[in-house]
């Protein structure tokens, strides 16, 4: 089963995808995610869509569903309980995102090399996010989904921050997606011996992926490794390291 798909240019997976995966009634999945719509939207605005009752199907209607973007997601599975089907579908979830990273990487330019060069093109990235934060705002004072254009702006502000913040901390090699071997064991507070990049380097190998290099204000550079990496190899869940806590759901 995929779980990742493209959608109007960007990756997303649905409720009715994670409900499938980790074995859960779609009703429980959808009211979890209405529940949290608020810290959800932190990383984006939530949208919801209907899928029309299938032909020759009887009893029931139309099916509401949310369509998420990989940290709308990976928050969203913090709040169910953590069962072995559950961090067994993060992983696969983790996976598929990362992979359609590396493959946008292949056709995307490299990131620079030298640290004002990075933080140049950081720079650019947000200037062209804030166009289309600033652009859908538009969209959705117009189809009035939010009724104050007051409001809609302090919310587009507060999300780009988080946002900002968020792909300053992957940049970095602090993220849910990708982290270096300091930033875990620095959260982790431990450490993984001189060797401990072995195993994660052979991970990666073994299934022809790249891992980046990211900026480190001692090392110039270090390799961040992916997360499905970490869970792998060390069962480190780098959602719960750096993202939100769970919930028992």
């Known amino acids: 089963m995929t779980i990742v798909t493209i959608k109007d240019g960007d990756a997303v997976t649905t409720t009715l995808a994670i409900a499938e995966g980790t074995l859960n009634d ?32 009887h009893g029931g209607g139309d099916t509401e569903y949310a369509i998420l973007n990989e940290p709308q997601s990976t928050l969203l599975l913090t709040f169910m309980r953590n069962t072995d089907i559950v961090r067994a579908f993060k992983k696969k979830l983790v996976r598929e995102f990362w992979e359609m990273v590396q493959q946008r990487n292949q056709r995307a330019p490299a990131l620079p090399a030298d640290y004002i060069g990075a933080l140049e093109h950081l720079l650019e990235s947000k200037r062209s996010e804030k166009l289309a934060i600033e652009q859908r705002d538009y969209a959705i004072e117009t189809k009035a989904e939010i009724g104050s254009r007051r409001e809609a702006t302090a919310m587009a502000t507060a999300s780009a921050a988080v946002r900002e913040a968020r792909q300053l901390r992957e940049l970095l090699g602090m993220g849910v997606t990708q ?19 072995r195993p994660l380097k052979k991970w990666c190998q073994a299934r022809g992926i790249n891992a980046p290099h990211v900026i480190h204000p001692t090392f110039g550079s270090v390799i961040a490794w992916p997360a499905a990496a970490w869970m ?18």
């Open 26 to 57: 779609h009703a429980s999945v959808i009211v979890l995610a209405r529940r949290y719509q608020s810290d959800l939207e932190d990383f984006g605005l939530v949208r919801f869509e209907i899928r029309p009752r299938e032909v020759g199907q």
């Open 179 to 197: 982290a270096t071997i300091v930033a875990v064991e620095k959260a982790l507070g431990r450490e993984f011996g001189r060797s401990g990049w």
């Open 232 to 249: 792998d190899v060390y069962q480190i869940d780098l959602a719960d390291l750096f993202g939100a806590d769970g919930e028992q759901a």
